[in-house]
């Protein structure tokens, strides 16, 4: 029964259940669902030990999150799983709208050429998390312990002291730095007493996966009002091994419970599948949505990420998406503070970048659940409005708001924001994620992104007639003495650069030109950017990215 | 100059403008609703200020759901 097999993890005893005193660990991350599974090996990957506690031995349950989006999986690239999750998620790039008995439009995400990732896949969650499971597994600087849930927390000035409910027995551990991924339903954010505020909908969602052979593309067919499911949204969505996801309105007034049970479900189904098509349903939930988000979140030593900091809708996909990118924020800068490179207080600014991205994501979310739940006779009216104007008015269809999908956050007005001096269009200015692009690399093939991310990464292009060797060495020079390690590598046409942009491509998505240079952080954004390597400011920019006083 | 009635987007932030007029909605009732698009619509009128365009808009906006 069932497309999945779900593993179940085995408990490893551990001898900090049996020590005398609570044993140390550096970082413990609490909840191993996505964003604590990248968390971990992306500290991991920066040399820093982790210790991930999950109270389960198996991956999520039902599908859940099935949207990944490019960022997502540029990210999960960098931290070796881009492959596995290419190979397996679902590849979609149409999306179709219906009014009533119609198709009123359909778009294309049109994806550029030139990027390793596509803008999305479908995959399920537990797959997500499989995979990363194994890959934390096989990393030797990190252990990852099932069955262990914290049950009481007390932060201190130098770190948290948890204890652990286990197969062992209740022990207890100090964590230096605790991060919470546990989930909307933290448990963490109880245990501190945190308001989680924001925006309930009085709305009820049935979600199901159903396993079934079927001729439908993978598309998103979003349904306003259809036929078989009179007066409410649907959603039709293609996942792996044959697995659809369905999103069936159900309206404020409806029993979860109730709308739960197979015999509710299989008619709804029925109705909108077709009487004589086969399906199985492998899972059944009964959703109301929110957007609530944590009012700050690091606490001392306590640092928040994901849904256990910020919650919303499903749709435009980003929960899981937003979780993931909150990791890419914060992982390098808790490694550098670790290393005692940069100030603890380095960390607030995870708080302003991901803070702000919270608020847009929420935003979004909550326009897009509110054009497909209106509110009030006068919000149904324009909805309606805009959806009887579609099918022939194409500016109308701009105003179809069935979730706006995930795109990574720029961190504008960011404190660690440095220079965006000369003259550049916007695209790519500090805060910016890099943008992808095929270059090559000592005479192979690749991308641009496998080049960024390690460390900070000075992009510079070679000033008319200095050679890169040249060019490199200089800006090294400049900046060898910030006590932490800068890749410079030259980029540009020429063959003899570290990155050869041979078709172009690089060079018109950064507004490349001899002299041009990107000072770029460990997770891929923009920290400045000059149309001419200026030491000083070159040096101050390094300083400000890693929040040292300027 | 235009050719006739725009089917195409001619204004940015569009997410920004419907939260704004559904906002604008809030707290009336279906009369008051209704009175507050009759203004809104007049105004846009005479913004648009040209009666061909006007007429083309008055004819889709009618086609657009027939009477039942």
Redesign the interface.
Known sequence: MGSYRYPRYEYRPTSDATAARPVEHETVVVGAGPVGLAFALDMAQRGRRVLLLDEDDTVSVGSRAICWSKRTLEIMDRLGLGDRLLGKGVLWNTGRVFFRDREIYHFDLLPETGHRMPAFINLQQYYFEEFAIDAALAHPSIELRFRSRVTEIEPGPDGVLLTVESPQGTYRLHASWLIACDGARSSLRRHMGLAFRGKVFEDRFLITDVQMQADFPAERWFWFEPPFHEGQSALLHKQADNVWRIDLQLGWDADPEEEKRPERVVPRLRAMLGEDRPFEIEWISVYTFQCRRLERFRHGRVIFAGDAAHQVSPFGARGGNGGIQDTDNLAWKLALVQEGVAPESLLDSYDVERGAATDENIL?ST?ST??ITPK????R??RD??L??SE????AR??V?SG?LSVPAVYDGSPLNGPDRGDFPAAMRPGSPCTDAPVRCGGTEGWLLHQLGREFTLLLCPPAGTEPRVAAAEAADALSDAGLGVAVKTIGGDPACDIVDHRGVATARYALAPGTAYLIRPDQHVAARWRTFARDEARAALARAIGREV | MTEGL?????IEG??DI??E??EA??G?D?EQ?LRF?ARLILLLINQIGDQRIVREAIR??RE??PPS
């Open positions: 979004n326009r509110d054009f009030g006779e006068a919000s009216a324009f409005a805009v009887q104007l022939r008015f194409p500016f701009r105003f708001n706006r | 725009a089917d195409d987007l001619r569009v997410d419907y939260a007029l559904i909605h809030r009336l279906a609703s698009d889709a906006a657009a759901e």
